[in-house]
């Protein structure tokens, strides 16, 4: 079963350092979702892809943000200079979306990001 | 702008007892509406979804779920609960096709079955 795989699992990191995240999309899957979800909430949308291009981005994606699918397959998420709310867990996910079909995105595990 | 409220922040179920979690949106135009489970530190699977069509979708797990237009609604339901569905369940309402698909979550409701 090759579903969406992020890596790592676990980020442990002090305030004021840079993490990048990855993720690993279904193959063939042309869209891909970043989204964060912080402790007894839902998922919030961050960003997302179609193939290489970034088309949306929401206002909660800080400039220390930076998200890359250079390719159109796997993407990386960054943040510089991390912060104590940057705590949370980043979820990525993907989808293939036909034109004018609404599209059903599959989650990866997330990685849990805890700044100290 | 869209939204969901998923009004009950935790429930507790018996095993074998049937099983409602609730779900309202709001949203201008027609909705594209999914249910996801989340056990703990793990990610989102999905359960069902709907997208047009016949108003009881039916899921995996043995779960279902009914849109209900007039009542801006999507409950999800299961007949008879496993102690193995005991996680966080969220509902999620997307974006109109040909639009960015992002979608928006409830907070969600946590699951706890007893034996």
């Known amino acids: 079963d090759t579903g969406v795989s992020q890596d790592p699992r676990h980020k442990i990191t002090k305030r004021g350092q840079n993490v990048t995240f990855r993720c690993d999309p279904i193959?063939?899957?042309?869209?891909l979702y970043w989204y964060r979800q912080t402790l007894g909430q839902g998922p919030e949308f961050l960003t997302y892809?179609?193939?290489?291009?970034?088309?949306?981005k929401s206002r909660l994606l800080s400039d220390r943000f930076s998200a890359e699918r250079p390719k159109g397959s796997f993407s990386t998420l960054e943040i510089q200079r991390t912060e104590q709310g940057d705590s949370a867990m980043y979820l990525c996910?993907?989808?293939?979306?036909?034109?004018?079909?609404?599209?059903?995105?599959?989650f990866g595990p997330g990685t849990r990001l805890t700044v100290l | 702008a869209q939204s969901v409220t998923q009004p009950d922040i935790h429930i507790t179920v018996s095993e074998g007892a049937s099983l409602e979690l609730r779900c309202n949106y709001s949203y201008g135009a027609t909705p594209y509406l999914f249910w996801y489970v989340q056990s703990p530190g793990q990610g989102l699977q999905l359960l069902l979804k709907?997208?047009?069509?016949?108003?009881l979708v039916q899921g995996i797990k043995g779960f279902e779920a009914e849109f209900k237009r007039s009542q801006s609604s999507f409950n999800l339901r299961k007949p008879s609960v496993h102690w193995s569905d005991a996680a966080e369940y969220f509902c999620a309402v997307g974006a109109s096709p040909g639009t960015a698909s992002k979608l928006t979550f409830g907070t969600g409701t946590r699951l706890q079955v007893t034996l």
């Open positions: 996910a993907s989808s293939f979306a036909d034109r004018g079909l609404t599209d059903t995105q599959y």
């Open positions: 709907y997208f047009s069509g016949d108003t």
């Open positions: 892809f179609q193939n290489e291009a970034q088309l949306e």
């Open positions: 193959s063939e899957h042309n869209r």
